[in-house]
């Protein structure tokens, strides 16, 4: 019950690769010294493959265990890429980069996976093989989706996936993980009123469509609060409203748009069929007309329930049954790493970062003291579920 002792040893390496990433964040797919510099790494540590450019700019590295090739494989995924934030660190590492940062951790993962690919490299101790998956655009770009559609797992026959990604609020040494879904569904709508532009002094004579958004944003809200079981999970949210160019004239149009999450399907599709229904009532008894534009992003994050409680199992291992909380609420931010969950079993969980910023906050890093705690993590599961061969 601890820190793998070389792994302890490294931290201050790794903690130096991570802070090299942080200095130098780039965007979604547009990833070309971050995956370099991954690539580079899992070359040196004598990964048995190397393949790069999967998903446009994913990086795979791949260990056989005793025996060599052949057996089970199973695959440990990490996220390189950056948010298009202005930091505000003031560190000695913060980022050179005006307009972009590592405000969600993703360079942690990135190093903390490297730290477990050089071990395990080096120790070859399991049967069967690993997958080090470092995957582009999680922000919204979906490069998980990209990276499964370009061929990775007929390139890689991976039986079972594993994620994990820093919490802020846990304390550093914790862990936390849950059966069935652990992030949501993120759905984004945007509805387009149309009504009948005229002279703001005369309203009588034309249509308003910013009245009719004025009560579709208030309508909207009845979907959570009126619509879905209370026991259900479902938020609605207006982000923008979009009408005008000028004080004296009611606008033809207005446009509105925000986001749905959501843990369920039923409660994804009830959702999406509530904001169409309401968006036409509340148009219509305005005399106006609703386009609505709905899209299905990333899905549900759904950890199987065996191997949920298989990755507690090596939480515990490391850091004990006391700080593995195994009944974690389950969060309405989404999770690209769901398509892989989607097409293989797997459990994704979180580590504790401290009392650190919040992910995606202009101040937020990476607590450098998870980093042992991470990669003996991956280590052990790798261990753990290869040891049968």
């Known amino acids: 019950m601890s820190i793998n002792p070389a ?17 130098r964040p780039e965007l979604g797919y547009d990833l070309p010294e971050t995956a370099r510099f991954v690539a580079e790494k899992l070359g040196a540590f004598g990964c048995d493959t190397v393949a790069t450019g999967i998903g446009r700019t994913g990086v795979v590295g791949l260990v056989h265990g005793r025996g ?13 890429d950056a948010l298009p934030i202005e930091e505000e660190t003031n560190l000695a590492h913060a980022s050179t980069r005006g307009g972009a940062m590592h405000a969600c951790g993703h360079d942690g993962h990135t190093a903390m996976l490297l730290g477990a690919a050089r071990h395990l490299a080096a ?14 655009a ?35 040494g914790q862990f936390a993980i849950r059966p069935g879904p652990i992030m949501a569904a993120t759905d984004e709508f ?18 308003d469509p910013i009245l009719a958004g004025a009560a579709l944003v208030q309508a909207l809200q009845s979907i959570a609060a009126r619509s879905a079981d209370p026991l259900d999970s479902v938020v609605v949210s207006v982000t923008q ?5 000028t004080h004296n004239v009611i606008p033809d149009t207005a446009v509105i748009s925000g986001t749905v999450r959501s843990l369920a399907p039923a409660v994804r599709d009830l959702a999406e069929a509530r904001i169409r229904a309401i968006s036409r009532g509340i148009c219509e008894a305005h005399g106006a007309e609703a386009d609505v534009h709905y899209d299905r992003n990333y899905p549900v994050t759904f950890n199987d329930a065996g191997q949920a409680s298989f990755c507690a199992g ?14 974690a609420a389950p969060l309405m931010g989404g999770e690209d790493f769901s398509y892989m969950l989607e097409r293989r079993p797997g459990a994704f969980i979180f580590i504790g970062n401290g009392a650190s910023a919040n992910l995606h906050n202009p101040t937020y890093d990476f607590n450098d003291t998870a980093i042992g705690y991470g990669s003996s993590y991956w280590v052990r599961l790798a261990q753990a579920a290869l040891a049968a061969g």
């Open 123 to 136: 120790s070859r101790d399991f049967a069967g093989s690993v997958a080090f998956i470092f995957q582009p």
């Open 314 to 327: 090596i939480a515990a291992e490391i850091v004990g049954t006391e700080a593995v909380n195994t009944a």
């Open 241 to 245: 409203f979009h009408a005008g160019f």
């Open 190 to 207: 945007q509805i387009t009123i149309r009504g009948r532009g005229v002279h703001a002094a005369l309203p009588h004579k034309g249509v």
């Open 68 to 80: 060599g090739a052949g057996g089970r494989m199973i695959g440990l995924r990490a996220d390189m």
């Open 138 to 172: 999680e922000e919204g770009g979906a490069g998980a989706k990209a990276m499964i559609e370009d061929g990775l797992l007929e390139r890689f026959p991976i039986e079972r996936v594993y994620g994990m990604h820093n919490l802020p609020g846990l304390p550093v």
């Open 7 to 23: 792994i302890a040893e490294r931290v201050p390496e790794i903690a130096e690769w991570r802070r090299h990433l942080h200095a």
